[in-house]
Nanobody, 124 residues
């Protein structure tokens, strides 16, 4: 198993930036593809970004392309999400997920491990 803990959320004005981090412990972090999803009140958990085991392949939801960057440091067992030019529509609880596979995927059900989430609120 792998345990995940997110941090870095907060309140920011539109146009601002935040950097989320997800620290992993337990089994070998580098065997997992990682992803960020988000869930707004009353809505489903939606894909944001994913990254492959090695970190060489990433993909993003259309709504965040060009604004968000996912990265990982396998030596430090962390995955990060740099969020720039934030919009009120980005307000949600952000979750990191781990999937025992080589490549990431936007499919929610592929991720067997989740953190507790971190709240991001963007004011207009």
């Amino acid at each position: 198993q792998v345990q995940l803990v997110e941090s870095g959320g907060g309140l920011v004005q539109a146009g601002g930036s935040l950097r989320l981090s997800c620290a992993a412990s337990g089994r070998t972090f580098s065997r997992y593809a990682m992803a960020w999803f988000r869930q707004a009140p009353g809505k489903e958990r939606d894909f944001v970004a994913h990254i492959s085991r090695s970190g060489s392949i990433t993909d993003y939801a259309d709504s965040v392309k060009g604004r968000f960057t996912i990265s990982r440091d396998n030596a430090k067992n962390t995955v990060s999400l740099q969020m720039n030019n934030l919009e009120p529509g980005d307000t949600a609880v952000y979750y990191c997920g781990a999937a025992d596979r080589i490549l990431g995927t936007p499919v929610l059900g592929a991720y067997g491990y989740w953190g507790q989430g971190t709240q991001v609120t963007v004011s207009s």
